[in-house]
């Protein structure tokens, strides 16, 4: 049986308040339950949205050493959406070149570097030498093949002393790591005298129309305002922020330079409202998982089978409430994603879409398990278009 970890929170871990503007105003959200493979372990993680900042992060933090023995094997393959917000961030920070100073004498360093996507694109434009790091050797190995770089580190650690860059790039990172604060300081120190850091983050949080993303490993959510505290804690200024929604997923992403600079005046967001909007949205997000959790274990309870599809965030929450009731024999995961396939989620392997052919009888159904629209849809038109006799079994919550 898979064994159920709850890392619990006490008043030690408590008592010095937010881990970014230390305030004590600090009220519980989440609690989020990740699946570990490696150990058959749910660990159990609880969110913190601090009423003052509007920072939102794990308390207590988590063991540092679990995260890079899971971070130096992860190998997520790039999708078109990757590539779609690399070169969104292309555009953008081309728009500022001239306030950056970039030019082909440049030296720039894209932390969290992944397939290397962004890196050849700025070399392709003569912007200067382009450097990496990147803690997967899977995404290392994939950017020397794909592209031929060479200039990639393991680690902050391994960037040379004596290298400072005028450029620091850090897209979809800050919100995995322990301490985000200690970690853009350091990110600051590998900056010039008039370096320029980009910040990116997932947008969900602030952004009314989604769940808010409070899952492992996503350590940290930020807001707008708790992104300025960070940064100006950090030595640098913001010297653009915003909100963006242009790409298939919200995203947060600011410009800061090092040091203090005329600026606009930081994010006047009104973090109570925030905190309502993330209870709100969190108390329909279980509404959810559970609508979408009684579904299976009743069909299971009636011999009925039932495909589960994705295999994602939303399914390890419906298995870490339903996986010791269900009887493997009428429950069977899919997913699009092949790197998924083989492996498994409390005790139930994933498999490929095809398999729901030889599965499925004229009684099951197929429970869409996302709590995103994008994703839903996408799926009940794979189905569609590849299964069609089965598009009246699809359950929707």
């Known amino acids: ?20 503007c230390s305030a004590g105003n600090l009220t519980h959200v989440k609690e989020h ?4 493979e490696k150990d058959d372990t749910f660990r159990i993680f609880n969110y913190y949205f601090c009423r003052n900042c509007g920072f939102v992060s794990v308390y207590p933090q988590t063991d540092s050493g679990f995260l890079k023995e899971f971070y130096s094997t992860y190998s997520d393959l790039t999708d078109t959406s990757e590539i779609e917000r690399t070169q969104e961030v292309m555009r953008y920070l081309k728009g500022y070149a001239s306030v950056i100073g970039l030019n082909e004498k440049s030296r720039i360093i894209d932390v969290g570097s992944g397939d290397g996507h962004l890196i050849h694109f700025l070399s392709m434009e003569g912007l200067g030498m382009v450097y990496g790091v990147e803690p997967s050797a899977p995404r290392r190995d994939r950017s020397g093949k794909a592209y031929g770089l060479s200039n990639l580190y393991r680690s902050l650690e391994e960037v040379p002393d004596n290298i400072r860059f005028d450029l620091l790039v850090c897209a979809h990172v800050i919100e995995h790591v322990v301490d985000p604060l200690s970690f853009v ?59 963006y929604t242009g790409l298939s997923v919200p995203v947060l992403r600011v410009l800061a330079k090092k040091g203090r600079v005329d600026a606009p005046s930081a994010s006047k967001e ?7 909007s993330v209870v709100e949205r969190e108390k329909m997000y279980w509404e959810f998982i559970r609508n979408a959790a009684e579904r299976v274990s009743h069909n299971s309870s009636k011999g009925i089978k039932t495909v589960i599809w994705p295999s994602g965030t939303d399914t390890r929450e419906l ?12 429950v069977l995961l899919v997913d699009s994603d092949a790197s998924k396939h083989e492996k498994k989620i409390a005790g139930f392997q994933i498999n490929q879409p095809d398999s729901i052919k030889t599965f499925c009888d004229a009684e099951s159904e197929i429970v869409i398990c996302s709590a995103y629209s994008n ?9 569609r278009k590849l299964y069609p006799v089965l598009s009246e079994k699809i359950i929707v919550f």
Do not use: W
């Open 319 to 330: 298995l870490f409430l339903t996986g010791d009731k269900l009887d493997k024999k009428y």
């Open 1 to 20: 049986m898979t064994e159920k970890m709850e890392i619990k929170t006490g008043a030690a871990q408590m008592q010095n308040g937010c881990y970014l």
């Open 270 to 276: 009104n973090v109570e409202d925030l905190f309502k």
């Open 33 to 36: 339950h990740f699946y570990y």
């Open 375 to 383: 994703t839903r849809e996408s799926i009940i038109d794979d189905i």
């Open 185 to 243: 300081k350091k990110l600051s120190s590998l900056l010039n005298e008039e370096g320029a850091m980009y910040i990116e983050l997932p947008g969900y949080l602030t952004d009314r129309k989604q769940f808010p993303d409070m899952v492992f490993s996503h350590l940290s959510c930020f807001s707008l305002r708790s992104l300025h505290e960070m940064l100006n804690r950090s030595g640098l200024t913001v010297i653009s922020g915003e909100h």
